[in-house]
């Protein structure tokens, strides 16, 4: 092999190399931009006098959590009630003291920027009612997305209920801010007593079927569709580097298959030209200089 043709082999794999490496990290960028291991947040309302009809007393809260577990047993996993057992109150409720039990939950979304059918508002409503004539309690809300473990994405503020009165229901406006991606959840209401934090009862999809199935995404991903024809981009990070990347690949994979085009074809004239290429030349310019 001619010095010429190792030099141009060795530039075709340098070329092929570096080809393989922006693929790998073309991959690696776009399961960056798609990745669901981000911490979870959210901001709530809390109504706890006047329902929904007639809130006269409310507070506002901020949520931070670890990223949403997705894999593992959804038998309360995750949950902090973990002892509970079967009931055997009227509303068909798990719970682990007969005293308490959750009597109804409505669940109400809201916020479809993006008009695709996945809502990132949840407006929780339930009425715990218990034996005795008062008791200060307060709730632990979680959501499970496909079926998988429980994620805690709230807390209630401690609240009196009284009896089995329907005027002391409690409402929870909840905004998912980020974490969460779009799919269906189910939403579980766990009540604890606010004096002593024992477990009281709990109320789920097995329970109403208010509860499941609810097409949910963060804000993050509800983002509503613009059209823009020229788009610039100042800064990097995320989906828009592996776009660029994926550009300069192509051209790139143009310019090595140029490359291996020309590398075969001089190869071909090689093989079929005569022994003394520059002698051929000279033999067909000959007669212009008789």
């Known amino acids: 092999m001619s010095t010429l043709s190792a030099l141009k082999t060795k530039r075709l794999n340098r070329d092929l190399l570096l080809v393989g490496c922006l693929l790998a990290l073309t991959i690696s960028g776009l399961a960056l931009a798609d990745t669901t291991d981000e911490p979870r947040s959210s901001v709530s309302r809390h109504i706890t006098e006047g329902g929904r009809d007639d809130p006269v007393s409310s507070s506002n809260s901020a949520e931070e959590y670890g990223p949403l577990a997705t894999s593992g047993s959804r038998e309360k996993n995750g949950a902090r009630g973990q002892s509970a057992k079967p009931g055997g109150d ?3 409720a798990q719970s682990i003291d007969h005293d308490f039990w959750i009597f109804d939950a409505d669940v109400i979304l809201f916020n479809d920027d993006d008009g695709d059918g996945y809502f990132h508002g949840i407006d929780l409503l339930f009425d715990a009612d218990t034996i005795y004539s008062a008791a200060e309690v307060y709730a632990v809300l979680y959501l499970s997305l496909d079926f998988g473990p429980w994620n805690e994405y709230a807390v209630t503020e401690d609240f009196w209920i009284f009896g089995a009165s329907g005027s002391d229901e409690y409402v929870l406006v909840t905004e998912l801010m980020s974490g969460y991606p779009t799919g269906e959840y189910d939403l579980l209401i766990e009540l604890f007593d606010a004096v ?3 477990f009281l009862a709990s109320f789920g999809p097995e329970d109403s079927p208010e509860l ?3 097409p949910l995404e963060d804000f993050n991903k ?3 569709f613009v059209e823009t024809r020229v788009t610039v981009s100042h800064g990097g990070g995320g989906a828009a580097d592996a776009w660029m990347i994926a550009i300069l690949l192509l051209l790139l994979i143009v310019r090595v298959a140029r490359k291996i085009w020309r590398h ?12 003394s290429w520059s002698q051929f030349r000279l033999n067909t310019r000959r007669p212009f200089h008789d």
Not at 264 to 275: A, G, T, V, W
């Open 90 to 92: 009227s509303s068909g």
């Open 264 to 275: 075969r074809n001089d190869k071909l004239i090689r093989i079929d030209s005569p022994s």
């Open 212 to 214: 499941a199935y609810l």
């Open 196 to 198: 002593d934090n024992s």
């Open 222 to 224: 509800d983002a509503p």
